[in-house]
């Protein structure tokens, strides 16, 4: 092939890629579209609330597992079965330290994938190390102010360590993501962020949100969408890579 053939067929085989990916979320779009439609969480705690709710996490889960396959157990697709546990696990009220736990695993298994070769970055310019400056200072303040709220809960001797822990862990999450240098990462981390800062300030009565659930959800499922198009886009990228090499041999 000439150099114009390869250009040819390269943006015909990402138009293909565009057009395979789009049909792959559509079941995503749609479960998403399901929750909020019926908003099953706003009745009583049942399995089928737990399972609309995890429903779109799961898709992604099998778009992941897709491009990746199972490898990505460990990976990406592993962190998003276990926020699709914890999904289920926050259904019911009194299971909220367990929820927090799964999302917690989840976000160390994120952290993991994203100092692996597959993600590797050497982010050492000025300005990030200014975002994980902003980062650590802004979870090391919240984890402060949220502090005098957790101590008039009642379960306060184990909500204090706790959400001191998930912090931490969500925290190195955001940062590691930044390192990778993948836009869709970084903002996926930091949109995970700002759910979760949400889910705290309202669950622990800092203040009342209008339209707070919709707000967890929307922010929720657009963190994860892009985790999981971020880690499908270096799959797709490292295919390319082969089939240049095959090219070139």
């Not at 909500?159 to 990778?180: E, K, W």
């Not at 996926?188 to 705290?200: H, K, N, R, Y």
Request: with cysteine; glycine share 6%.
């Amino acid at each position: 092939m000439d150099i114009l053939e390869t250009s040819a067929y390269d943006r015909r085989q990402r138009r293909n890629m565009t057009c395979v990916l789009f049909l792959y979320l559509l079941p995503f779009f749609a479960s998403c579209a399901m929750y909020f439609y019926l908003w099953i969480p706003d009745s009583a705690p049942s399995l089928l609330a737990a399972g609309i709710k995890a429903t779109p996490i799961l898709c992604l889960v099998l778009l992941v597992l897709s491009y990746n396959g199972g490898r990505s157990l460990v990976g990406v697709a592993g962190g998003l079965l276990l926020s699709a546990a914890g999904d289920c696990c926050l259904i019911w009220p009194e299971l909220f330290i367990h929820g927090m736990g799964c999302f917690a695993l989840a976000h160390l298994i994120y952290s993991i994938s994203f100092l692996s070769s597959r993600f590797s970055g050497t982010s050492s310019s000025v300005s990030f190390f200014i975002l994980y400056l902003i980062l650590w200072l802004f979870g090391i303040g919240m984890y402060v102010y949220l502090v005098p709220f957790l101590r008039l809960d009642p379960e306060a001797d184990v909500l204090v360590p706790a959400i001191g822990g998930y912090i931490l862990l969500i925290v190195i999450m955001a940062t590691l993501a930044a390192r990778t240098r993948r836009p869709l990462i970084l903002l996926g981390s930091l949109v995970f962020m700002a759910s979760d800062l949400t889910i705290a300030l309202t669950k622990f009565n800092v203040f009342d949100v209008e339209y707070k659930k919709h707000i967890i959800m929307t922010t929720y499922y657009l963190a994860q969408l892009m985790i999981a198009l971020g880690d499908v886009k270096v799959a797709l990228e490292e295919e390319a890579d082969d089939i240049h090499k095959w090219k070139r041999s």
